[in-house]
C-alpha cells in the first residue's frame, strides 16, 4: 500500500493518476499548501523540502519528485502501458519529454503562481506573471509542434507518462497560453476520458477552483 501525500488542483495529481492507471493500491494524505501544511514539522518530516506529493511505500522509501514517483511506479511494478522499459527505444524519447514539461513547461507555471518569490518589490509581480506567460507559451508551442508532427500522443499512437503530465499542466494554461494549441487539445481529451483518469481529473478540477479561490500564503 502507498500513500501519497498530495492536494488535489496541486501537480500531486499526476502521481495519482499513475497509480490509478497502474491498478495500484494506494491511499491519499491531503497536504493543504493553502493553509501552509506542507511547512508543518510532521510534513518536512516526510519532505524536508516542503513541497507535494511525496509517496511513501510500505517499506518507508520516500519519494518526493514528481517525475521520479511517476517512473518510480512504473519501473517497480512494470507498468508498460504508461512507461516504454529500460530497454524499449521509446523510453528516451519518453524521458525526454517527462523532463521537458516538468523542468521546463511546468516551471514558469509555478513562476507565475508564486509570483511574489521572484522580487523583493510587490510592484513586480504583474510583470513576472507577463514574462511567465511569454515563456510558457513559447514551451507550449514546442510540445504543439511535436504533437501535431508524431501525435497524438507523445509516442505516436501508444499512451504514456507525458500525456499524463500534459494534462495536468494543461489545467493551468488558460491565463498563460496565448493563441491556439489544437495537437495539445486532442492529446488532453484523449487522456482526460481514459477511464481511472477522468474522475481524479474532476477532483483536481475542483480542487484547482478552491485553490483559485482562497490563494496560497505570501
Ligand atoms: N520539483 C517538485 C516541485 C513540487 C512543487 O512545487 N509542488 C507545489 C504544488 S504543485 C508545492 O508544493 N508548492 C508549495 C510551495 O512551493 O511552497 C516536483 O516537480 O514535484
Known amino acids: 500500500m502507498y500513500m501519497l501525500y498530495c492536494l488535489d488542483g496541486s501537480r500531486a495529481t499526476a502521481a495519482d493518476m499513475v497509480l490509478a492507471e497502474a491498478g495500484l493500491p494506494y491511499e491519499k494524505r491531503a497536504v493543504d499548501i493553502t493553509a501552509d501544511e506542507h511547512q508543518s ?5 516526510i519532505n524536508p523540502r516542503g513541497t507535494i506529493p511525496a509517496l511513501v511505500d510500505d517499506h518507508g522509501c520516500v519519494v518526493c ?9 512504473c519501473d517497480r511494478h512494470s507498468v508498460e502501458h504508461l512507461a516504454p522499459g529500460p530497454t524499449d527505444p521509446q523510453r528516451g524519447v519518453m524521458l ?3 523532463a521537458y514539461h516538468a523542468a ?10 508564486y509570483a511574489h518569490r521572484y522580487s523583493l518589490r510587490a510592484g513586480d509581480t504583474e510583470a513576472i506573471r507577463k514574462r511567465a506567460g511569454d515563456l510558457f507559451t513559447q ?6 509542434d511535436h504533437l501535431a508532427q508524431a ?15 500534459l494534462l495536468v499542466t494543461s489545467t493551468y494554461s488558460k491565463d498563460l497560453a496565448r493563441g491556439e494549441f489544437p495537437a495539445i487539445d486532442e ?21 484547482l477552483e478552491r485553490i483559485a479561490a482562497v490563494g496560497v500564503p505570501q
Open 139 to 144: 514551451r507550449w508551442a514546442l510540445v504543439e
Open 151 to 165: 501525435g497524438p500522443y507523445h509516442l505516436g499512437e501508444r499512451f504514456s507518462l507525458p500525456d499524463i503530465y
Open 65 to 73: 519528485e514528481t517525475i521520479a514517483i511517476m517512473i518510480y511506479l
Open 187 to 207: 492529446c488532453v481529451r484523449r487522456t482526460a476520458s481514459r477511464q481511472r483518469i477522468a474522475p481524479i481529473l474532476d477532483d483536481h478540477l475542483r480542487g
Open 96 to 98: 525526454d519529454w517527462l
Open 104 to 113: 521546463e513547461v511546468q516551471e514558469p507555471v509555478k513562476r507565475s503562481f
Open 41 to 45: 514539522s510532521w510534513f518536512l518530516s
